[in-house]
């Protein structure tokens, strides 16, 4: 069983949806959790970090966290085609641990 | 503030041949790790270097070495250069340290191609 584990897609919206991408991970220990935009033949670019179980919002992003259930997802509300990238979800510490990522495809 | 530095950004060799890359973290960050990144395998974990000492490896072969200087910039090296050495290498900073200051921010990245 690989430590962070995705959907790897492609998973397709239409623009305005809301798209829902998933994480899961064996570490029980792990504290800490990012999710990670990445555009083809760019860089991974930070979206948000989420540490305690439940919701944290941040403009049309919503990380949740089930610690219990060793899941952790991303809602994107009102998805638009300039969202359509990979989507990198990892398990943080001083090992950052990287799941495959789900590519998200918005249509329009 | 500047973002994380990564030079050079492209680089063509052939097997055999030995490459340095260097990254400039921000400024601030003590904490450097490499990635190497591979349609096939995803995001790998190199190594992470912490005022200069090496905290964390992954699992890649001896080839493979890194160093940390005082002023927190990081070089990665490989040696004896392999096709399948052909990727995306990824440089991350950050705080490092305590809990919360964990946050990685890449750079740009080096794309090596071995002929």
């Known amino acids: 069983q690989k430590e962070v584990e995705q959907n790897s897609g492609p998973l397709s919206v239409p623009e305005g949806a809301i798209a829902s991408l998933n994480c899961t991970y064996s570490?029980?220990?792990?504290?800490?959790f990012f999710w990670y935009r990445q555009y083809s033949g760019k860089s991974p670019e930070l979206i948000m970090s989420?540490?305690?179980?439940g919701d944290k919002e941040d403009g049309r992003f919503t990380a949740q966290l089930n610690k219990a259930s060793q899941y952790v997802s991303l809602l994107i509300r009102d998805s638009q085609p300039s969202d359509s990238a990979t989507y990198l979800c990892?398990?943080?510490?001083?090992?950052?641990?990287f799941g495959p990522g789900t590519r998200l495809s918005v249509l329009p | 503030k500047a973002g994380v530095t990564q030079t050079p950004r492209y680089l063509i060799k052939t097997r055999g041949q030995q490459v340095t890359l260097s990254c400039s973290p921000i400024?601030?960050?003590?904490?450097v790790s490499w990635y190497q990144q591979t349609p096939g395998q995803g995001l790998q974990f190199l190594f992470e270097?912490?005022?200069?000492?090496?905290?964390n490896k992954g699992n890649f072969p001896g080839r493979f070495s890194g160093r940390q200087f005082s002023n927190s910039r990081s070089e990665m090296n490989v040696s004896t250069l392999e096709l399948g050495d052909s990727a995306l290498y990824l440089c991350?900073?950050?705080?490092?340290?305590?809990?919360?200051?964990?946050?990685?921010?890449f750079g740009p990245g080096t794309r090596l191609l071995v002929l």
């Open positions: 990892a398990r943080g510490g001083q090992n950052f641990v």
């Open positions: 570490d029980r220990v792990s504290q800490s």
């Open positions: 991350a900073s950050s705080l490092g340290g305590a809990p919360k200051q964990e946050t990685q921010y």
């Open positions: 270097y912490f005022s200069e000492t090496q905290r």
């Open positions: 989420i540490y305690s179980n």
């Open positions: 400024s601030g960050h003590r904490s």
